[in-house]
């Protein structure tokens, strides 16, 4: 009996943690499965910098071409799009290029310190039925130029 008592004691003592793990964690797995997207894959000039806008849900512009499994955005020369798609919600693991007339880039959206080239991406409703979707490209100091001018915000870098 000493041995069937110490096994449901280690089988308890394994499976609480197990347990507490999936009450907490599971909600936020399980979103990441059902709320997945089509991912979209970015078209961005080749060379810009500076703010991209997106405008979805515009009953005049065409809607966003596929690409595979991918929603192709082609941004304009003056980083704006507008398409009567409706931006997709939930999760999807996006693209950027730099587009030239042959060649694609691949942007990096790594983060800070990383190299990344995509910053401070957001959608918001754009005060009619659609939304709008705007996102920085340039490396980080061109990105910490744009929104702290005067050099004040801290760096982690450096």
Not at 28 to 54: K, M
Not at 137 to 156: H, I, L, T, W
Request: aromatic share 12%.
């Amino acid at each position: 009996m000493g041995k069937a008592r110490a096994g449901t004691l280690a089988l308890i003592v394994v499976s609480l943690p197990v347990l507490v793990g999936v009450f907490l964690y599971g909600p936020f797995v399980l979103d990441l499965f059902l709320h997945r997207r089509p991912p979209s894959r970015f078209l961005i000039p080749s060379g810009y910098v500076g703010w991209v806008r997106v405008d979805y849900r515009v009953a005049t512009a065409p809607p966003l071409p596929r690409e595979g499994k991918y929603l192709l955005v082609k941004v304009a020369r003056d980083g704006s799009l507008q398409t009567s798609t409706d931006l997709p919600s939930g999760w999807g693991r996006d693209q950027f290029f730099y587009d030239s007339a042959n060649t694609r880039q691949v942007l990096s959206n790594a983060g800070w310190c990383k190299g990344g080239m995509i910053w401070g991406e957001m959608s918001e409703p754009n005060g009619s039925s659609g939304t709008e979707q705007k996102f920085f490209v340039g490396n980080e100091d061109q990105f910490r130029m744009e929104v702290d001018p005067a050099g004040k915000m801290y760096s982690p870098c450096g």
